[in-house]
């Protein structure tokens, strides 16, 4: 059986779900809205974690009414924290960029699959110091009107936004 890290938010509350739903072997980390900072404090841990229970795959996890999520999409209520500031204006500055090019009940997903993406190249780019491509990384959205785990979107489909000279 195959050891599975799940990276999520813990206002999801998905861990029961993803129990049930995955029948790998199953770790979790939380932190609001996968926005960890990677130090090395961190890292060393999560390495840690990967070493010992020799997990072969990391998964990002947000759901699609994530709260957080949908703050920095909506009143920005929680951006006076420091630790979610950097998040909000990332989400926030995506937004109008995705609003453009998707359809209204698709956008969320495109933001939360921007951002995944983003947080998926930052922990492969500093678990290569440790790791040798051993762990897949990934990331899914979780559909609670559905019950279902989807995969994001590929990144070339995640528009960031270009000037042109």
């Known amino acids: 059986m195959h050891k599975t890290l799940f990276l999520l938010c813990p206002t999801d509350c998905l861990e029961t779900v993803i129990n049930t739903k995955f029948t790998s072997e199953n770790y979790f980390y939380t932190s609001l809205a ?13 390495n840690a974690l990967i070493v ?17 999520i949908l703050d920095a999409i909506g009143k920005q209520t929680y951006s006076r924290f420091s630790r979610l500031k950097p998040l909000y204006e990332s989400i926030y500055k995506y937004k109008g ?24 190249k930052e922990l492969e780019q500093k678990l290569s110091y440790f790791q ?14 559905e019950n279902v785990f989807n995969n994001i979107y590929s990144d070339f489909i995640c528009l960031k936004k270009h000037h042109l000279n």
């Open 34 to 46: 996968n926005s960890f900072v990677s130090n090395t404090k961190t890292l060393d841990q999560l």
């Open 52 to 68: 010992k229970h020799n997990i072969t795959k990391i998964y990002f996890v947000l759901s699609r009414n994530n709260q957080i």
């Open 97 to 120: 960029n995705s609003q453009t090019m998707w359809l209204a009940e698709k956008y969320q997903d495109s933001i939360i699959s921007y951002f995944l993406n983003h947080k998926i």
């Open 132 to 145: 040798s491509g051993t762990v897949k990384i990934d990331g899914k959205i979780y559909n609670k009107r």
